[in-house]
T-cell receptor
């Protein structure tokens, strides 16, 4: 099966500019996640979608970050305006089972990420 | 919320030796513990996972153990090979958090030929 597709692979922007990242999850995966991975750290969740609804966006800096998942498939993550501390790899992941509260969880399939450098 | 700590941050072993990476978690409600391998320029890849109703799981040269009482779990790689060199992340999922994983900060494993 095809993996999680992300684009672009790399992006360099100046601070205060805007940028958008795109993700196409594995076909049929209901749950989609955006994670931020700063160099030397583990991924940190920004937002989680189940189908086209937001499950958790408590860690998303909403004054500058926004995300949407169109028709429960593709997703875009936007930063406007960017700050120097936003420099990181932005990872998209999907999983096959939506959270139902029954405690059943599965591992993710990650995309290769978008490396953002803000100068 | 959940907090996952991972040790060591770097690990260097000789080819053929074993490698052990340890993680602790804070939320006793966590019930699913995946491990990921991340190679340079790629996203993390799931390599093994364990659920809270199991104490140990093995898949060829890799194994994971879980101690629920102590809230720690470990990854064991035997007969290491140079291609095992990568960054390894542990993670923990709370039982009712709809799949959200909290990650450790990673261990950079170097296997010297």
């Amino acid at each position: 099966e095809a993996g999680v597709a992300q684009s672009p692979r790399y992006k360099i922007i100046e601070k205060r500019q805007s940028v958008a990242f795109w993700c196409n999850p594995i076909s049929g995966h209901a749950t989609l996640y955006w994670y931020q991975q700063i160099l030397g750290q583990g991924p940190k969740l920004l937002i989680q979608f189940q189908n086209n609804g937001v499950v958790d966006d408590s860690q998303l800096p909403k004054d500058r970050f926004s995300a949407e998942r169109l028709k429960g498939v593709d997703s875009t993550l936007k930063i406007q305006p960017a700050k120097l501390e936003d420099s990181a790899v932005y990872l998209c992941a999907s999983s096959p089972v939506p959270g139902t509260g029954d405690g059943l969880n599965y591992g993710y399939t990650f995309g290769s990420g978008t490396r953002l450098t803000v100068v | 919320g959940e907090n996952v700590e991972q040790h060591p941050s770097t690990l260097s072993v000789q080819e053929g030796d074993s490698a052990v990476i340890k993680c602790t978690y804070s939320d006793s409600a966590s019930n699913y513990f995946p491990w990921y391998k991340q190679e340079l320029g790629k996203g993390p890849q799931l390599i093994i996972d364990i659920r809270s109703n199991v104490g140990e799981k093995k898949d060829q040269r890799i194994a994971v153990t879980l101690n629920k009482t102590a809230k720690h779990f470990s990854l064991h790689i035997t007969e290491t090979q140079p291609e095992d060199s990568a960054v390894y992340f542990c993670a923990a999922n709370r039982a009712t958090n709809a799949g959200k994983s909290t990650f450790g900060d990673g261990t950079t494993l170097t296997v010297k030929p």
